[in-house]
């Protein structure tokens, strides 16, 4: 068997074969949806080849996050959605014999290699669009389950714990691990490796897979964040990527529109979700939709942008987050990214009980902070140099959101989506304790596909800047990160200008 992938397929043997040798394993996984899902699916896989493993998570694989995973008891260490980008350090604890690294990652490696190390990158595979931290994860856990002869057994293990995630799953998707193609697509999603509407490569390989498990769906849908929870007038509303004339940004506007079709949107006073109409309802919105910005002027490459491929997660409640896989990577994020990873990935594993409420009012409280942020940003601007823009939101937007609302504020006024912005935010005083207290900034960076099609990498762009000032930094051609030292923005901001001008030249 070659696997969803069969570039990666010898590779993801190898490295199955090695976490098979190990007694236990450590699974060290990144902070956000992408990290959580594939500590999901590695957990998973993990457990069902009878591996005992514990999970940590970490919001950057620094050098001191590296020296305590290297101080534990573990001589087997699984980093998933990073270790590509940190091969050099994790590459002197390997030396040293502190454990072995197994990684499956997408992020731009190293300079330095190691045997057991699955990345599409080194495959000729786009890891900013073909493959996700998640999606190198099921390529692993695929294997797993092939090597291990899980698929194989007597008596395959069967969805006994009543989780609707496994109940509704055939017991050999469970066995060849097929049933993580969902949890693979939300990470995929949640990286934003879809383009165009719908994603491509390895990750539609998977999607194919995940479609034949049973455990998703395809369809062509209205591509708006929210199809799934959002009441209509709000969907419509908050639907900005496309911008349409008196009914994005515009409550009255939303509700007039909606308030003149002839349809019974309304339940018991309530408005109704995208996902509860039916197909004919579906089509008259839609169509109402499609002539209002016709009318209105929009551009027709714009309207096509109104049309997506949506992912649903089968098995999960339809008008919850779980069934969209947008919604699911957002959900995971407000865990993720507040210091709670633990409640995203007791989500991913089916906990539908307290992690789930858990998450659901972190949600909450991450939409508020996006929009805030949004909303500073719109605001008081950013400030433009030749080739770039950036702000500088100091403590007013936590760092590990300033990227989100960065890639978000695009394109809105005064924010141009013809050149990458650059978002700093302070560093709590916590985390600059670890790097001997002196204090750092964060920087993200989030560019377009366009963009990229014209010769921008801003993951070269935050290795060089950063580390040209101190810092240090990486990430994909589309969206990369990096901490640099308090004090060196502006020596930064100059260096990655110049940079990204010639990228673009
Ligand atoms: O570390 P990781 O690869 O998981 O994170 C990628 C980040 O880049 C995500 O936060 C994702 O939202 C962002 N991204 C983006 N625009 C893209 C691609 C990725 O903002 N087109
Ligand atoms: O939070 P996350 O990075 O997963 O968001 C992905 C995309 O979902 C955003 O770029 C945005 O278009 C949409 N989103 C939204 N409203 C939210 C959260 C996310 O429209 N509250
Ligand atoms: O944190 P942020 O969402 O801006 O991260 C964007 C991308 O850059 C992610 O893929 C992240 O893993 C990467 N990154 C990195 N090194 C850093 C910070 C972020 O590789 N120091
Ligand atoms: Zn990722």
Not at 38 to 47: D, M, Q, T, V, Y
Not at 210 to 218: I, K, N, S
Not at 287 to 307: E, M, N, Y
Not at 466 to 491: F, I, N, Q, Y
Request: with cysteine; hydrophobic share 40%; charged share 25%.
């Amino acid at each position: 068997m070659t696997g969803p992938v069969p570039e990666l397929a010898d590779r993801a043997v190898a490295c199955a074969n090695r976490l098979l040798e190990a007694d236990r394993v450590l699974l060290a996984s990144h902070i956000d949806a992408d990290g959580l899902t594939s500590a999901a699916i590695a957990a998973s896989a993990l457990e069902r080849a009878g591996l005992p493993f514990e999970t940590v998570f970490e919001k950057q694989l620094d050098e001191a996050a590296i020296e305590s995973i290297a101080a534990t008891e573990y001589e087997t260490v699984l980093f998933t959605d990073f270790g590509s980008g940190q091969l050099d350090i994790i590459g002197e604890c390997e030396d040293a014999g502190a454990f072995t690294p197994v990684i499956a990652d997408h992020h731009q490696p190293a300079e330095r290699d190691t045997e057991y190390h699955l990345n599409p990158l080194l495959f000729g595979i786009n890891g900013a669009s073909e493959l996700s931290g998640a999606g190198a994860s099921y390529v692993l856990a695929r294997a797993l389950a092939d090597v291990s002869g899980q698929a194989d057994a007597d008596d395959p293990p069967v969805a006994t714990d009543g989780g609707t995630a496994t109940a509704a799953t055939g017991t050999e998707a469970h066995a060849d691990n097929r049933d993580l193609a969902a949890l693979a697509i939300v990470g995929a999603v949640g990286d934003m490796q879809a383009s165009g509407g719908e994603l491509h490569g390895a990750n539609a390989e998977i999607v194919a897979e995940g479609v034949d498990a049973g455990v998703l769906e395809t369809g062509t849908d209205l591509a708006i964040y929210g199809k799934q929870t959002r009441p209509l007038p709000k969907l419509l509303e908050y639907a900005t990527d496309v911008g349409i004339p008196g009914i994005s940004n515009d409550e009255a506007g939303a509700l007039r529109f909606l308030e003149d079709l002839d349809l019974e949107l309304k339940r018991d006073g309530e408005w109704r979700r995208w996902a509860g109409l039916t197909n004919e309802e579906k089509q008259v919105v839609a169509s109402a939709l499609v002539k209002r910005a016709v009318s209105r002027g929009v551009p027709a490459g714009k309207i096509d942008q109104l049309v997506g491929t949506s992912y649903v997660l089968r098995t999960e409640p339809v008008g919850t987050e779980l069934r969209d896989a947008s919604e699911f990577s957002t959900l995971l994020n407000a865990t993720a990214r507040y210091e709670r990873a633990d409640v995203g990935l007791a989500v991913c594993l089916g906990d539908r009980g307290e992690a789930l409420e858990r998450a659901r009012s972190l949600l909450r409280n991450h939409r508020r902070n996006l929009s805030q942020g949004i909303d500073l940003v719109t605001q008081e601007g950013v400030t433009h140099e030749d080739h770039i823009q950036w702000f500088h939101a100091g403590d007013r937007i936590r760092e590990t959101i300033v990227g989100i609302v960065a890639g978000m504020a695009m394109g809105n006024a005064g924010v141009s989506r013809s050149k990458p912005i650059f978002a700093f935010a302070e560093k709590s005083a916590e985390e600059a304790s670890g790097s001997g207290g002196d204090a750092e900034v964060k920087v993200s960076a989030r560019g377009t596909h366009s963009l990229v099609r014209r010769g921008l990498d801003l993951s070269v762009v935050m290795g060089e800047a950063s580390r040209a000032v101190g810092g240090d930094g990486g990430g994909h051609d589309v969206a990369a990160g990096a901490t640099v030292p308090s004090g060196a923005e502006d020596e930064f901001v100059v260096r990655a200008d110049e940079i990204v001008g010639e990228q673009l030249s």
